[in-house]
């Protein structure tokens, strides 16, 4: 029964998580605007979620015995956590320091994500009411 729940759930869940990781690299991105030679970076997400669904025997990051063990499954420059490789966003308007950060991009981005994080927890407070109107019967 449990895992007819989770199988429910786990769609707008891993939406849920890609779309918060994916928040933090695009405030990543807002803070370090005006920092020298930072490339601005971002997710694929639509290949991400297809990536994350794909992955149905995966349960997160694997498990490490010694902290110099594959990252610790903590984001690097190039993956997230879950394997989601990290992409550079291409230069809009260069800038003299090298930082290819362009605060409109970013701030309209960082906005649509927000917007559709809060969709995704309708969504998924909209199933939870379904189930349990299903489990109480009305």
Same mark, same amino acid.
């Given at each position: 029964?449990? #895992? +007819? ?13 890609? &779309? ?20 601005? &970076? ?5 290949a ?7 992955? +149905? $025997? ?8 010694? &902290?110099?063990?594959?990252?610790? $499954? +903590?984001?690097? $420059? ?14 809009? @308007?260069g800038?003299?320091? $090298?930082?290819?950060?362009?605060m409109?991009?970013?701030?309209? @981005? ?18 939870? +009411? #379904? ?6 019967? @009305?």
């Amino acid at each position: 029964m449990i #895992g +007819k729940v989770d199988q429910y759930l786990s769609f707008n869940e891993k939406a849920l998580s890609l &779309r918060a990781q994916r928040q933090e690299l695009l405030a990543s991105n807002i803070a370090n605007a005006d920092t020298p030679n930072y490339k601005a &970076r971002d997710i694929d997400f639509t290949a991400a979620l297809q990536g994350a669904l794909a992955a +149905k $025997g995966a349960s997160g990051p694997m498990a490490t015995t010694a &902290r110099n063990h594959i990252g610790q $499954g +903590k984001p690097t $420059g190039d993956m997230l956590s879950n394997g989601t490789p990290v992409m550079y966003r291409g230069v809009v @308007q260069g800038a003299v320091d $090298g930082n290819t950060v362009d605060m409109d991009v970013e701030r309209n @981005q960082f906005a649509d994500n927000a917007l559709r994080y809060e969709a995704g927890i309708t969504m998924i407070n909209s199933q939870i +009411k #379904g189930l349990l109107a299903a489990i109480q019967g @009305q």
